[in-house]
């Protein structure tokens, strides 16, 4: 299924990649970047087990979250103790200077929880926050630095959700990352790769990630053993003193510094902001797609609702009838996910900041009108939002550059997490602090807070949480949880994330082979279909109905869980190192 081109082609990808300025790219373009290489296709067999299941982004992390599991934790507390080992282990994708977005299912209660520890705009921000010299920069010159920043969710999120779902204790659940990182850690392939690559502008010259990734001038190498002691020193103060060290201890004295004094583009974090920031508890996003119940993430991510959407614009057509991944199913797919895209590209943002019409747009009456656009032998074009009552609105020209990392677990209860969490672009904005890095979320907001004179919804504003494409899922069949799933990718994690659904609710593949599916996306402008495999056949096919076609690797980290008769399947993407272990 896949050849060896795909790597050649990943390689001419990175290069034109950064060789643009964003002033000359679409919205769509400029979305539709990923810089994030595929380092290797590692198949694996499907996992099964009778109790409890884990599947992460790292060897490592999975190991220590199946050991909580074991030693009586929930699936909350693993989700802890994964998080610590990724910011270790994978800190090119997430780590405690991140967000996420965590799916909480408590078996016990039947009830379905969405915790938001998404990145916040400092409160000194403005909607100008990314113009110089009276325009716009570039996105490649916002990334790097202490002014893309946001202030790091995903520890108080996690905390949270521990306090109301955790049987360890919070301070065990630090112990085995503490141990890594004194220890080290062998270099995976990927890591090192990445830190090869030099995909981020400011690894090798911001200290001090420049001496950690490049120690003696050469990049870190798979294999080498890596030790993090600033990093372990953090997690000890932070297992004994929870996660008001990090908000409001010597650690938030640290992190404010090395935003406001980064060399490159100082930021405007303080003190204050990082005392103020709060998870919250938000109201999951819910629909159903056949007899199934579909669940994620609403504002500020778009996940959830363009998942759903895509679905719900499918109903029609009846994907069941077509086998897996055939032309006419990918194209059908392909145009609802431009409609999708349109509509969130025009009314998604924080939802606390802007009202987003999510009743409206998920509405079966205004659902049957968008599917009506959508034809079986012609490619739609562009696709414009659909109108709804409301105050005009227009698209903001936002980038998502995925790096990012998916966590699911069910532990032996049935309690189930679906975490999405994000540093945003390889290794964020490289600014590090006691061994670890800070986010460049902000680069998630429009960088212009007007197009064509109108108001955009995800422009900056002081507080506020940057529209996010992660989309953590979880599937329910007559209330019963079936599934769990999330995926890196940017905003391709929306079409990895749908069209694993299709796989499993329609095609009824196992969970690992509907991740293996060679991947198509469409975010509103070209088809891209992934190099190197059967799909991209169906290129003069598709250019036929009028698609703009583009080879190219889609670079997918699906992380899933699926229910059976059995127990649990597990299953982890190939196309990158991750792996499922249950018992
Ligand atoms: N920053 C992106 C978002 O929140 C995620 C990037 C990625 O998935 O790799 O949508």
Redesign the pocket.
């Known amino acids: 299924m896949f050849k060896l081109t795909r790597f050649c082609i990943l390689f001419v990808s990175l290069v034109s990649l950064f060789s643009q300025p964003i002033s000359a790219e679409s919205f769509t373009q400029r979305e539709a970047r990923?810089p994030?290489a595929a380092t290797g296709f590692q198949a694996h067999a499907l996992v099964t087990a009778k109790q409890a299941m884990v599947s992460s982004a790292n060897p490592y992390a999975t190991k220590v979250g199946l050991s909580v599991l074991k030693q009586g934790g929930t699936a909350m507390d693993a989700a802890v103790a994964i998080q610590a080992v990724l910011t270790l282990v994978e800190p090119q994708?997430s780590g405690i200077g991140g967000?996420a977005f965590i799916l909480y299912w408590d078996q016990k209660a039947q009830k379905l929880f969405t915790l938001d520890g998404?990145e916040a705009a400092p409160s000194a921000a403005n909607e100008h926050l990314f113009f110089e010299n009276g325009k716009p920069i570039s996105w490649h010159q916002a990334v790097v630095g202490g002014r893309s920043v946001g202030v790091p969710g995903v520890l108080a999120a996690l905390e949270l959700g521990q306090q109301k779902w955790g049987k360890l204790s919070w301070q065990s659940l630090f112990e085995q990352a503490i141990e890594l990182s004194e220890q080290g850690f062998i270099v995976s392939p990927r890591l090192a790769k990445l830190v090869e690559l030099n995909i981020n502008p400011g690894l090798a010259k911001l200290e001090p990630a420049k001496s950690y990734f490049y120690p003696a001038n050469q990049p870190l190498k798979a294999g080498d053993l890596k030790r993090n002691p600033a990093l372990a020193e953090q997690f000890k103060q932070i297992a004994k003193q929870g996660s008001q060290y990090f908000y409001q201890g010597d650690l938030a004295q640290k992190i404010v510094k090395a935003v406001q004094t980064s060399d490159i583009a100082p930021g405007q974090l303080s003190q204050s902001d990082l005392k103020n920031y709060q998870p919250k508890l938000r109201a999951p996003l819910c629909g159903d797609y056949h007899d199934y119940q579909v669940c994620g993430f609403g504002p500020p991510?778009s996940?959830g609702f363009t998942v759903l959407q895509i679905l719900q614009l499918l109903e029609p057509f009846k994907l069941a009838q077509y086998p897996a991944n055939s032309a006419t199913a990918l194209h059908l797919f392909s145009q609802a996910s431009k409609l999708a895209f349109a509509d969130r590209n025009r009314y998604l943002a924080d939802s606390d900041f802007t009202s987003v019409p999510l009743n409206q747009l998920l509405k079966p009456d205004y659902l049957n009108k968008r599917s009506e656009l959508i034809q079986l032998n012609t490619d739609l074009g562009v696709a414009k939002a659909g109108e709804i009552r409301q105050t005009k609105i227009d698209e903001g020209a936002s980038l998502?550059?995925?790096?990012?990392s998916h966590i699911s677990i069910v532990d032996k209860w049935g309690n189930a997490v679906s975490m999405?969490t994000?540093i945003?672009m390889a290794f964020g904005s490289t600014v590090m602090v006691e061994g670890f890095l800070l986010n460049n979320?902000l680069t998630?907001f429009s960088f212009s807070p007007k197009q064509n004179g109108q108001l955009v919804v995800n422009r900056v504003e002081p507080n506020k949480r940057?529209?996010?494409?992660?989309s953590p899922t979880m599937v329910f069949k007559n209330g019963q949880l079936v599934g769990v799933l999330g995926?890196?990718?940017?905003?391709r994690?929306i079409n990895y994330v749908a069209q694993t659904l299709i796989a499993k609710l329609d095609w009824q593949l196992t969970i690992q082979a509907a991740i293996d599916l060679p991947k198509i996306t469409n975010l509103n402008g070209e088809t891209s279909l992934e190099a190197g495999t059967n799909i991209a056949e169906y290129q003069t096919q598709f250019e036929k109905l009028g698609h703009k076609v583009n080879i190219r690797e889609l670079n997918s980290g699906l992380h899933a869980i699926w229910k059976t008769q059995q127990g649990w399947q597990g299953a982890a993407d190939p196309r990158r190192e991750g792996i499922a272990l249950g018992y």
């Open positions: 990923d994030e994708s967000g998404r991510s996940g998502t550059q995925p790096n990012t999405t994000s945003e979320q998630d940057p529209r996010s494409s992660m995926s890196p990718g940017g905003s994690i």
